[in-house]
Nanobody
Framework: QVQLVESGGGLVQAGGSLRLSCAAS????????IGWFRQAPGKEREFVAT????????RYADSAKGRFTTSRDNDKSTAYLQMNSLKPEDTAVYSCAARVGVSVDANRAPDYDYWGQGTQVTVSS
């Protein structure tokens, strides 16, 4: 299996930026599609972004398009979520997840096999 640890969350003002990291250990990182999800208090977990095993293909939720960018460095066993132009509604716990399957179109939490602990992102107005 693979273990995932997110970092990089914090408190930022609206319009600011954060870069989240998802560091993996265990099995070969390049085996996994990596997804990003977030969950705000009182709301269901929602899809944010995915990136293919090789990092060539990405998918984004409509709420993230144009503002967020996911990338990965398989040599470092790390995936990233660059978040720009943050809005208060982006406030949530952000988690990365790994999927053994190959489809970058997997955008549901049950599609993913391994999860990190999450990192809090708070955007103030």
């Amino acid at each position: 299996q693979v273990q995932l640890v997110e970092s990089g969350g914090g408190l930022v003002q609206a319009g600011g930026s954060l870069r989240l990291s998802c560091a993996a250990s265990g099995r070969t990182f390049s085996r996994y599609v990596i997804g990003w999800f977030r969950q705000a208090p009182g709301k269901e977990r929602e899809f944010v972004a995915t990136i293919s095993r090789g990092g060539v293909t990405t998918r984004y939720a409509d709420s993230a398009k144009g503002r967020f960018t996911t990338s990965r460095d398989n040599d470092k066993s790390t995936a990233y979520l660059q978040m720009n132009s943050l809005k208060p509604e982006d406030t949530a716990v952000y988690s990365c997840a790994a999927r053994v399957g190959v489809s970058v179109d997997a955008n549901r939490a049950p599609d993913y096999d391994y999860w990190g602990q999450g990192t809090q992102v708070t955007v103030s107005s």
